[in-house]
């Protein structure tokens, strides 16, 4: 008997605590819809007799037929509807694809590097950071707009960029939808991506560098297929010369996986670039690389001299290595004849 009496006052307690905790719950929401009253009075939406007569515990919106929605930080109450004058008073915006993350603008800045969410620019939809490609700016350092000096870009990540003071905040390219990425590609507006991968540009994944950050001094390969910023090409310059190939002819650099331009599988000596090689007469620099017709390989003739079985003695169609390899095969094909005879 005392322990059934027992079991019951719990379970009376239980229910009481369940009771009390609804009650401010419910006395807690009343206050945030007063507030929102109080938001709309201050913007002469309704007046303050209207105010009073309306219920603090609709969830209708006062202006129009909408539902009320709230931010999922601050709680703080607007109407669902961004058309409706309410909806000014406390702007929330909404995931176009979760529906259920909602933020007002105050609270969308977060201590991390990108805010919350953010509005693409081409589709105008509002996206969680994650789904958004952004630029942070380029950081500024002793009044240099240009950006910071390359403590050390190729061996590590640089310090924490949300130390450092930038040319602009963070602003959205466009979102990872096809048409928005096919767009501002169209447009010229979709940035680019310094391919060292320690770049303060291309950490984490999802930032990139917009086109007001882009500066002269950065390197774009004549293939399209390689960029980097100032700063990482000014470190390459200083600490990593070997990092690109140099057309002896015009000067121009090239990445090493550049179509224009052939380099030495083994020294990695750069040849004429495909525009030079047009005039190698007339500019008066002989091609030093050239690509074996049976191995593939690119070879100068610098290499001639280090290993008699791999490097070249050039007639430019064949290097020795398969010279020696085809002389071996009809060698086979002879005695394999003979021996059949």
Known sequence: MMFVQGMREVHETRKREAAQRLEM??????????????????????????????PDDT?????????????????FISCSNIDCQASSTITIVRCFNHHETKFCTSCLECPGILPRMGKCPICAHWFCSAELEWCIGRPVSNGDTRGTEPSSPIIGP??????????????????????????????????ARCCNEYCWFSWPLHIRTCPDCITQDDFTCPCGGYW?????????ATCAPDSTYACPGCG??????????????????????????????????????????GCGFYLCGECAGIDEKSCCEYDRSVCKLCRHDDMKALTSLFWNFISAS
């Open 25 to 54: 719950a419910q006395e807690w929401r009343r206050s945030r819809v007063k507030i929102f009253y109080r938001h709309l009075v201050d913007k002469g939406l309704i007046d303050e007799d209207g105010a009073k007569n309306l």
């Open 59 to 75: 969830l209708d919106c006062p202006i129009c037929p909408s539902k009320q929605t709230s931010c999922n930080l601050c709680r």
């Open 158 to 191: 640089p310090s924490p960029i949300t130390d450092s003071t930038r040319s602009h905040p963070a602003r959205p390219l466009f979102c990872r939808t096809r048409h928005c990425i096919e767009e501002s590609i169209a447009i010229g507006k979709n940035g």
């Open 228 to 236: 980097a910023c100032a700063d990482c090409t000014l470190f390459a």
């Open 252 to 293: 121009r650099r090239f990445c090493f996986n550049c179509s224009y331009i052939g380099a030495c599988e083994l020294c990695s000596h750069g040849g004429l670039c495909d525009d030079c090689k047009e005039h190698e007469e007339n500019i008066g620099v002989k091609q030093t690389v050239f690509r074996c017709q």
